[in-house]
């Protein structure tokens, strides 16, 4: 008989009604607040991968749209990790903006010229230099900055006064596409996707925007333009990013510069019993299988250490894995009779547990599968995070890096060690080899 399809859940956003009661209370706040908030305070949207920031983001920015004429905006969306290869982020964000339907208030090709010299110019000179570009920077950046050039030697071969001010070039172009007769909402989604250096650059260059529109507003607040920016990042891998940026200055903190880019900010949080429950609940629905494969994996979201795993995006992953790790074993078992690799040492709490950690953090896969059956590595790391002196080294440097990960010294701790000093590592090392038996 043949095998049928296996149905899988989407990876895609939440839908808007499955936001949950918190994030869709939050839905509705932005959706109030955006259309008066001042032009120089952006909005931040920080939570952890997978946490639900590009689903509240969306969530917000279709509401905009369909709200667009009474609440007087227009929405923009800008995935910033789908322009990490031209290397120079914010001209692609400003040709985002007169490329979207009725975001330009003056659609003059003159002004989109104006717009993308200054674009280009201010990001080279507050981005990564040119020979840090991975690869070099894309081929039309790369033409433009070469053109820019001889048209400058031509300039200083016949100086007329001094060099044009590129950033207040950009804040005047930006201004007359924007206009300040209605309020542009543009929503920033994945810069944390894209690399350190471009993520930066970026919002330094937002920061310039908003200090120009800040400082142009109390001499003239008729010509500030109405713009407000919603950016989506996980503030941890930014604030990292950037305390490397400003690695020679002691001691210096990259959250404090995020707080001075976004006075609002609102950190997303791992869903409660109640959301995980309705959450799981809604996925066996979309798979149209009972609920009782999936009974253990729920119990394991609800243990103690839920709010380590328990984030949308990793819930249906793990829902997936365990999914098609259970169906290809039941057609194994009905079609061969394999009965000897059916039902192994673990039970199927190791193995779901197994699957939400490693989806968590894919490090300890690559752990387990580099040790073999070396008790004595796994003896080495244990004795290591639970040594109070700091004089206990890792292994190596890979297991380093894997316990700088949030949550993996406590999940360690409580369950991959507990019972004893290699406690599970039997459970999870047979979890690990039904896995990959089926490439899982």
Excluded at 148 to 174: I, M, N, Y
Excluded at 355 to 365: D, G, M, N, Q, V
Aim: with cysteine.
């Amino acid at each position: 008989m043949a095998a049928r399809p296996i149905q899988l859940l989407s990876d895609d956003p939440l839908r808007s009604d499955d936001l949950g009661p918190r994030l869709e209370t939050l839905r509705d706040r932005l959706v109030i607040q955006i259309p008066h908030m001042p032009p120089s305070m952006p909005i931040l949207v920080s939570g952890d991968w997978g946490a639900g920031k590009t689903s509240l983001m969306l969530a917000v920015h279709d509401e905009l749209v369909t709200q667009k004429e009474r609440l007087d905006v227009h929405p923009v969306w800008f995935e910033a990790w789908r322009y990490e290869t031209e290397s120079l982020l914010l001209p692609a964000l400003m040709r985002t903006i007169w490329e979207t339907p009725g975001a330009a208030a003056v659609p003059n090709d003159d002004v989109k010229v104006k717009l993308w010299n200054a674009a280009v110019s201010v990001a080279c000179g507050i981005g990564p230099s040119l020979a840090k570009f991975a690869g070099g920077p894309a081929p039309f950046v790369f033409d433009y900055l070469m053109a820019r050039h001889a048209d400058e030697k031509k300039a200083a071969a016949r100086p007329s006064g001094p060099p044009v001010d590129q950033t207040s070039a950009l804040r005047t172009a930006f201004t007359q596409l924007v206009g300040n007769d209605r309020r542009l909402v543009v929503f920033v989604d994945d810069l944390d996707r894209c690399s350190p250096e471009g993520a930066v650059a970026l919002l330094d260059a937002i920061r310039l925007l908003l200090v120009q529109t800040a400082s142009d507003g109390r001499r003239s607040r008729q010509n500030a333009p109405r713009c407000t920016f919603v950016v989506a990042l996980d503030r941890t891998v930014l604030a990292d990013s950037i305390a490397r940026k400003f690695a020679n200055i002691s001691h210096y903190e990259g959250n404090r510069y995020l707080e001075k880019i976004f006075p609002i900010a609102f950190d997303l949080v791992a869903p409660n019993e109640h959301e995980i429950k309705a959450q799981l609940e809604s996925s066996l629905r979309q798979l149209a299988v009972g609920p009782e494969p999936f009974r253990s994996y729920l119990d394991s979201l609800l243990a103690p250490l839920r709010d380590i795993h328990a984030n949308p995006r990793l819930i249906k992953r793990c829902v997936n894995r365990y999914h098609l790790l259970r169906t290809l074993d039941d057609e194994a078992l009905r079609m061969f009779d394999d009965k000897a690799n059916h039902h192994q040492e673990e039970s199927e709490q190791d193995v779901v547990d197994w699957i939400a950690a490693t989806e968590r953090w894919p490090a300890l896969r690559r752990r387990m599968r580099r040790s073999g059956d070396d008790e004595d590595y796994w003896t080495q790391i244990n004795t290591h995070i639970n040594d109070k002196t700091g004089k206990v080294p890792a292994p190596d440097e890979q297991v380093r890096n894997m316990l700088r990960a949030p949550g993996t010294r406590t999940w360690l701790k409580e369950q991959f060690f507990s019972g004893g000093s290699i406690g599970r590592l039997k459970a999870f090392r047979s979890a690990e080899a039904r896995l990959q038996r089926w490439g899982l």
